[in-house]
């Protein structure tokens, strides 16, 4: 069975820096992409950043491009968003998705198959 625990949200002054975490079992990471999504309050589910089953491919909403940093760590079969520069328009439920294995990754919801709890980032001016 696929889980997929995520942790390191918290609240934060606007400016400040949160790094995720995506903890996986019953999928490996080397071999799967991995995306984060998030949703604010009485929104619908956004895309945030995605990392192909490779590794080598990353993929960044035009919000977050040059704040967040999306890695993946293979020994420990975790993913994680680095978020800096944090902004209250960030504010929202981060939740981890995993793919299917040798998928390339996509922003695209309906392509992920496991999601995450999700953790909350509260960002305040």
């Given amino acids: 069975q696929v889980q997929l625990v995520e942790s390191g949200g918290g609240s934060v002054q606007a400016g400040g820096s949160l790094r995720l975490s995506c903890a996986a079992s ?6 799967s992409p ?3 999504f998030r ?3 009485g929104k619908e589910r956004d895309f945030v ?5 490779s590794g080598d491919s990353t993929y960044y909403a035009d919000s977050v ?8 760590d293979t020994s420990k079969n975790a993913g994680y968003l680095q978020m800096y520069s944090l ?5 929202a439920a ?3 998705a995993s793919g299917p294995p040798y998928y390339a990754g996509s922003c695209r919801l309906s392509d992920y ?5 999700g953790t909350q980032v509260t960002v305040s001016s």
């Fill in 34 to 36: 991995m995306a984060w």
């Fill in 87 to 91: 902004k209250p328009e960030d504010t």
């Fill in 49 to 53: 950043a995605a990392i192909g089953w």
């Fill in 113 to 117: 198959e496991y999601w995450g709890q």
């Fill in 26 to 31: 019953g999928r490996n990471v080397s071999t």
């Fill in 39 to 41: 949703q604010a309050p």
């Fill in 65 to 72: 491009k040059g704040r967040f940093t999306i890695s993946r």
């Fill in 94 to 96: 981060y939740s981890c």
